[in-house]
């Protein structure tokens, strides 16, 4: 069971791309991840009430890592995907997610001081190597005239921002249960993004026709990606483990390739599949063998 619900939280994070992208000329970035996040605490508040006030103390020691996390994964992360695919495809956004290793083990080399070995930066540079296939469509030469897709650097910034947030969890509280750190999560992301979501909706958006489409995209981004990815994110961690269970993000390419051209008739070209190819092989060197290594030598 917990294959089907990993399987099931890729593909509902590779559906959240595709749809992100088939409304950016509906709904526009920043109101679309309001709605989604407003949409999502309403539908948890009812269980998560009696937890908040049940952690009143706990919350008020830990305000301010609480708040940082929330801001980085809630409201800065989501919020720049959407804004990247307003500019870019939902093919090379799922891709470029693939990346999300790479950079935790950057920044953790770089901040935290942790050591990593000449096989790991060689992954590194492959890694590296995939993503400016990628963002170049396979033409490295574009990087000397700058000529990069605006949006896959959004992309890449959200991507840089769930890194720092992955290595900040070891601050979390340890009291708190999943459900309520990632409720609280939930309205504090949505209680920053709402002043930028009103700037643009009065100033920025152009005005929303609710079609069925639009409703329907929206209900999807607040049940589907959020609250039961979260839901058969933990069960599958809880049974299989984080090292295990992290290998199962990778399929998100391969859902939103196939998602991608499907729904949205993007074309895969390849470079596409280039740049797959060298991304994963680089998480192999840089992530998957480290822990194949750390799991002899325990």
């Given at each position: 069971?917990?294959?089907?619900?990993?399987?099931?939280?890729?593909?509902?994070?590779?559906?959240?791309?595709?749809?992100?992208?088939?409304?950016?000329?509906?709904?526009?970035?920043?109101?679309?991840?309001?709605?989604?996040?407003?949409?999502?605490?309403?539908?948890?508040?009812?269980?998560?009430?009696?937890?908040?006030?049940?952690?009143?103390?706990?919350?008020?020691?830990?305000?301010?890592?609480?708040?940082?996390?929330?801001?980085?994964s809630v409201a800065?992360?989501?919020?720049?995907?959407?804004?990247?695919?307003?500019?870019?495809?939902?093919?090379?956004?799922?891709?470029?997610?693939?990346?999300?290793?790479?950079?935790?083990?950057?920044?953790?080399?770089?901040?935290?001081?942790?050591?990593?070995?000449?096989?790991?930066?060689?992954?590194?540079?492959?890694?590296?190597?995939?993503?400016?296939?990628?963002?170049?469509?396979?033409?490295?030469?574009?990087?000397?005239?700058?000529?990069?897709?605006?949006?896959?650097?959004?992309?890449?910034?959200?991507?840089?921002?769930?890194?720092?947030?992955?290595?900040?969890?070891?601050?979390?509280?340890?009291?708190?249960?999943?459900?309520?750190?990632?409720?609280?999560?939930?309205?504090?992301?949505?209680?920053?993004?709402?002043?930028?979501?009103?700037?643009?909706?009065?100033?920025?958006?152009?005005?929303?026709?609710?079609?069925?489409?639009?409703?329907?995209?929206?209900?999807y981004m607040a049940?589907?990606?959020?609250?039961?990815?979260?839901?058969?994110?933990?069960?599958?961690?809880?049974?299989?483990?984080?090292?295990?269970?992290?290998?199962?993000?990778?399929?998100?390419?391969?859902?939103?390739?196939?998602?991608?051209?499907?729904?949205?008739?993007?074309?895969?070209?390849?470079?596409?599949?280039?740049?797959?190819?060298?991304?994963?092989?680089?998480?192999?060197?840089?992530?998957?063998?480290?822990?194949?290594?750390?799991?002899?030598?325990?």
């Amino acid at each position: 069971m917990a294959y089907l619900l990993l399987s099931l939280t890729a593909l509902f994070w590779a559906g959240n791309f595709v749809l992100g992208r088939s409304m950016h000329l509906v709904v526009s970035p920043i109101v679309m991840a309001e709605m989604r996040w407003l949409l999502a605490l309403l539908i948890i508040s009812p269980f998560l009430l009696p937890k908040l006030k049940k952690n009143k103390v706990i919350i008020l020691q830990h305000w301010p890592i609480l708040i940082l996390l929330s801001v980085l994964s809630v409201a800065c992360f989501n919020t720049f995907i959407y804004l990247g695919l307003t500019i870019t495809t939902a093919t090379n956004a799922t891709i470029l997610q693939s990346v999300i290793p790479i950079a935790i083990l950057i920044i953790s080399a770089f901040w935290l001081k942790e050591a990593v070995s000449k096989q790991q930066w060689l992954g590194v540079f492959i890694s590296l190597s995939g993503v400016l296939i990628l963002i170049t469509k396979g033409e490295l030469a574009s990087l000397l005239n700058y000529s990069i897709n605006q949006g896959d650097i959004y992309v890449l910034i959200a991507v840089i921002f769930w890194a720092v947030y992955s290595i900040l969890l070891r601050y979390r509280p340890a009291e708190l249960d999943g459900f309520t750190f990632f409720g609280i999560t939930v309205l504090v992301g949505s209680i920053a993004l709402l002043p930028f979501s009103l700037i643009e909706y009065y100033f920025y958006a152009p005005v929303i026709v609710w079609q069925n489409s639009a409703v329907l995209t929206i209900l999807y981004m607040a049940i589907f990606p959020s609250i039961l990815a979260y839901i058969f994110w933990n069960k599958g961690v809880k049974e299989l483990g984080a090292a295990k269970a992290g290998l199962f993000i990778h399929l998100m390419p391969c859902f939103g390739l196939i998602l991608s051209s499907f729904f949205l008739n993007e074309k895969i070209y390849p470079f596409h599949l280039g740049g797959i190819l060298l991304i994963f092989c680089g998480i192999y060197l840089a992530v998957f063998t480290k822990i194949r290594f750390a799991k002899v030598t325990n």
